[in-house]
Every structure is written in C-alpha cells, then in structure tokens.
C-alpha cells in the first residue's frame, strides 16, 4: 500500500491518522504512487494553533528580514527546480516543459515576495491637521488559508503562500489531495530557507478539511482556486463567518480568428492554449471563433497539427507534447462529453479516442479531440469541459463572435488573432472578461499583474497575485499623531 502522506505542521512532519484517503496517481502509467489523508477539524485545529503560535514573532520581523528568507527561499527553489517539475510531472502527469513552466510562474511570485519591504510601504502626510500627523501602514491580518485545485501542483499555492507570508501573516495551505506531495516539498523548503517553524503549514484533505478551515474563528482570510460551484461555496460560507474571502472559479476562454490574422501563428497558440496541461487550465482556450472566411484555412491546420501532437506517458518520456488526464474520472467525463457533444450535433472533426500512444501504459489519456459547428445553445459552447476537447464556433462577423463570448457565465479570459490594430481594440473594449490576449494564445498575467477573473470565475474584490495580492494580505492602520512642542520655531523658508 502505497505511503499516506504525512501532514507538514509547525515544522514538522505529522503522521495522518488513516481514517480515508485519496488515491494519488502517477496519471502515466496509472499506478498509485501516494495516498493524501482525509484531515479533518482535528488536523486543522493542529495546523491553526501551530499558525498562531508562529504569528506574533513573525508579523513583527522587519519586512527586510523577511524579505531576506524569501531570497534564499528562492535561491533554494532555484537549486531545486528540476527535481520540482519531475515531482510535478510524476503526481500530474503534465510533460516536463509544462512542470518546469508551473514551477517558474511560482517562483515569479517568490521574485515578487521579494520586493516585500517597497511593496508594503505605507503613506504619510505629515500636519493633517494643525499639529498632527496621518499615517498609514499595512498590517498582516493573521491567520491565513488557502484551497488549491490539482492543475497547478506549484504555481497555485505559490499565488497565495509568498506574498501572505511576506506581508507577516501566517498560512496554513490545503493543497488538492490529487497532488499532495509538491506542496509538501514547497513548504519543506521554506523551512530549510530558514522560515520559522509554523508560519507556513500544510494540512491533506478534501471537503471536511476546508469547511473546518471556513468556520474557524482564528482564520482571518482565505484563499481559493478550484471549480465555480466550490468557489461560490468558499466565498459564501467564508463571507458568512467573517472572514476575507478570494474565491477563483473556473472558465470557460473564447480565442477568435479574424480572416487578416496569421493562421500558422494562431493555430501554433490555439493547439498550446487548447491542449496545453491537456486541457486542464482554467485559461485553455475551449473555443476557437474563427470569423467568416478564416474557418476553412483554420480548421485545416489544426486538424494537421493535433494529428501532429505525440500523446503519451510523460514521466518518463520527454517527446510526448501532450499527457494524461489527471484521474480515471476526468477521463470518463472526458469521454462522456464527447458522445454528449455528438449527440448534440457538432461534428467531431477529431477523435482523441483514436490516437495512438508514444507508449502503451495504463494512463489516463484521451488525445486531442475537435468538434465543428458548436453552436451557442449546446453544452459544448457553455460548460467548461477541463479536458483536451477543442470547440469551433463559426462566426459570420467579429461583432458576434464577441456577443458569444459575452454570454458566457465565465469571465477568466478571451483572445483575439488578428493583424488588423481596429478590430483587436474593440474586441479588447467590448469582451467582458479580466484576462485579455491580442495575439497571445494564454493571456495569464505573470505575478507582477492580479490574475483577474470576472463574472462566475471569481468571488470576491482583491484577486490574487500583483498588488491586489499584497492589499487581500494586508489591512490599513491609519495613526494619527498630535504633538505639541511649546519652545520657539524656526518657521522661515
Ligand atoms: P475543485 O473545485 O474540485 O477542488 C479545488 C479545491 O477545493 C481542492 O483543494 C478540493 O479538495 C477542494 N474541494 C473540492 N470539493 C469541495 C467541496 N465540496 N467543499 C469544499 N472543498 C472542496 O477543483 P479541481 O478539480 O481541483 O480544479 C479544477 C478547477 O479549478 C477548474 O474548474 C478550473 O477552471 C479551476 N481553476 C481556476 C483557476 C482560476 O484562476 N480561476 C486556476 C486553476 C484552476
């Protein structure tokens, strides 16, 4: 039986009790190589004290000297980046160069983080009033949470621990029991960077884990990345009990193709922004809007190209482009899309059912599949499918294809393909979406940007990551100063 993972609190390694655990997969080959345990109230309750017994020494180290954990924290990640993206590419099945791209995006944040003591510098202005002065600094808001989804084993805890760490808050971090043993290794690594035993701790579990997080009294705020219905539920029952709440949800992302736009260029973006991670990205590009004469010429060189892309175990094997789904069952919801998609209607113009394997294993693959002639009623065009399944809409004019976009209940992201500087600015002014790309297939902002959701995508004002990261893990104390000095002044200029 494979090993329950240990709980990392206050330091340490803390030994589940085995009460249920989830299956962690090596996707590949379909083995389980781990098993995350069920924590519950119990685990959380150890993981908060060890967080608030850390908080009061931690919230009043300069902000230099906590910057100066974090440079070493990231030289260390640095040092560790390899062995970091296999360990990603073993619990999720992503291909290397899409691990290595998860862990550099966190590291980003790190880079960040760094900046701590300029980014958390309050203001000042001094007689605010006759003989008194106005202050404002930013303080830590204490115990902080975050919820994380498997598609990101690195970069999405890492959205939220550095710069909730940086600001002087302490965190505990219950990372997706699909892939437990990264977020591990991260926080074992700020331990060895030299940060205080139980400022950053690392609770396993699922629903009874995070609900004992959103009512406990001694978490300040929380953050969350996962599906909309669970986002919604964070939000609401965090708000409930008092807490700040940053909920990200899912998406579903419009990529649209005027007939001016570089077609070797888009369809290069449309395959990465599609099929990339295997589609599990909540800023994959789900459906392709090619408008008026660009369908034909577009259709024709993404078939090409998914018929190009090698599908594979990629643990082992680095000359796969595309992996596995993360589990047996987000491959059978895969594979039920794709009959309900038919049934619907479009046409399935490519099958990733029928792809051949760079290497037989027990994996979890579907290949690169396309259906054409989505339309705006089918599920297709409305559900976000988290899976490598590509839907072609064709639109008579831009204008349309905007309203199509426009009626999702998403709001992450949505791109445009096009030569021509009009269209791009009034795509870019009429999309109601947060993350825009002109030209750019994933227009996921890097951490200096807030990862900007709208609509069902997010829950909540501050977004995580940028300065709305720094303002979610800080709150504003404003001293203001009367001091009255009665010797003679000096008042000439
Ligand atoms: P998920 O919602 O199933 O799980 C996310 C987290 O919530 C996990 O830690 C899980 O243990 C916990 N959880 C699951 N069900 C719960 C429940 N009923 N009550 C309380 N907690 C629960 O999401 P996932 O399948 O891990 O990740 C995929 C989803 O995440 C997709 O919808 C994707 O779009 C979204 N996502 C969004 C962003 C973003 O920035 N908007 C980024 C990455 C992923």
């Known amino acids: ?92 099945g992503k291909t290397l160069d899409e691990a290595r791209g998860d862990v550099r995006r966190g590291i980003e944040v790190v880079e960040l983080a760094c900046g701590i003591p300029s980014l958390i510098m309050g203001q000042a202005l001094g007689n605010v009033a006759r003989g008194i002065d106005g202050q404002l600094s930013l303080e830590p808001v204490g115990v902080c949470a975050g919820i994380t989804p498997f598609n990101f084993p690195a970069m999405v805890p890492m959205w939220m621990y550095p710069l909730a760490i940086a600001c002087g808050n302490a965190f505990v971090l219950k990372p997706s029991p699909k892939v437990p043993l990264t977020a591990v290794r991260l926080a074992e690594i700020a331990l060895e960077a030299g940060l205080p035993a139980g400022v950053l701790n690392v609770v396993h579990g699922g629903r009874e884990a995070v609900d004992a997080l959103l009512v406990h009294p001694d978490v300040a705020a929380i953050s969350f990345v996962g599906s909309t219905a669970v986002a919604k539920h964070i939000y609401e029952t965090g708000t409930a009990h008092g807490k700040r709440v940053q909920a990200a949800g899912g998406a579903k992302n419009f990529m649209i193709v005027m007939p001016d736009a570089d077609l070797e260029a888009a369809t290069t973006a449309i395959m990465g922004a599609a099929f990339g991670c295997a589609g599990q990205r909540c800023m994959a590009g789900s459906v392709a809007a090619p408008v008026g004469r660009a369908a034909e010429p577009l259709l024709k060189r993404l078939s090409k190209a998914a018929t190009d892309l090698k599908v594979g175990p990629t643990d082992e094997d680095e000359s796969a482009g595309m992996g596995p789904l993360i589990d047996p069952l987000a491959r059978e919801r895969v594979l039920r899309c794709l009959e309900s998609g038919s049934r619907e209607g479009a046409q399935l113009v490519q099958d990733g059912r029928a792809v051949p394997l760079t290497q037989q294993t027990d994996g979890f693959f579907v290949g690169p599949s396309i259906f054409d002639r989505v339309r705006q009623e089918m599920q297709l065009a409305r559900e976000e499918i988290f899976g490598p399944v590509l839907s072609v809409m064709r639109a008579e004019s831009l204008g349309d294809a905007i309203a199509w976009a426009n009626q999702s209940r998403y709001g992450n992201g949505a791109v445009i393909f096009t030569q021509d500087g009009g269209a791009a600015r009034q795509f870019a002014r009429d999309i109601r979406c947060g993350m825009v790309g002109v030209n750019v297939g994933v227009p996921a902002p890097m951490a200096l940007f807030p990862f900007s959701g709208w609509n069902q995508s997010f829950f909540g004002d501050l977004h995580v990551q940028g300065t709305e990261g720094i303002r979610f893990y800080t709150r504003s104390k404003v001293v203001l100063s009367r001091w009255q000095y009665d010797g003679r002044r000096a008042l000439g200029w």
């Open 1 to 92: 039986m494979p090993n329950l993972c240990a709980h990392f609190i206050g330091g340490e390694a803390v030994p589940a009790v085995a009460t249920g655990a989830t299956p962690v997969f090596n996707p590949s080959r379909g083995e389980v190589i781990a098993q995350a345990p069920a924590g519950g109230p119990a685990e959380v309750q150890k993981a908060v004290e060890a967080a608030r017994k850390a908080l009061p020494a931690w919230a009043e180290t300069p902000a230099v000297e906590r910057a100066r954990i974090l440079f070493r924290y990231k030289g260390l990640l640095e040092g560790q980046f390899e062995n970091l993206a296999r360990l990603v590419t073993r619990e999720h």
